[in-house]
């Protein structure tokens, strides 16, 4: 597995790896993963599915920082380099 660089700034604001930073961080990275396999195997339907679920996951995450704390919320999109979705 591939070390990303963001892993010590979300850790060390974070110390608690079921933070919500954290958790989206790693959805992140197992969406990049996807996407890349998809890439090369365009009909495997199992991890397109797969894929769906994870997007999915991760959306309420941070629809549920979005409401809590906008501020945090603003941070890490910015961090990871994440659009924000037109549907709220």
């Known amino acids: 597995m591939v ?3 963001f892993i010590p ?3 060390q604001e974070k110390e608690n790896p079921g ?4 958790q989206v961080f790693n959805f992140t ?3 990049q993963r ?7 195997h365009k009909k495997d339907y199992l991890s397109k ?8 996951k ?5 629809s ?10 603003k941070k890490l999109m910015n961090q990871l380099n994440i659009r924000e979705s037109q549907t709220r």
């Open 3 to 5: 070390k990303n660089p």
């Open 9 to 11: 700034v979300i850790s």
């Open 19 to 22: 933070s919500v930073e954290f």
């Open 29 to 31: 990275t197992k969406i």
């Open 34 to 40: 996807l996407t890349s396999h998809l890439e090369l």
């Open 49 to 56: 599915r797969g894929l769906r679920k994870i997007l999915g």
């Open 58 to 62: 991760r959306q309420r995450l941070l």
């Open 64 to 73: 549920y920082l979005s409401k809590k704390n906008r501020i945090r919320y």
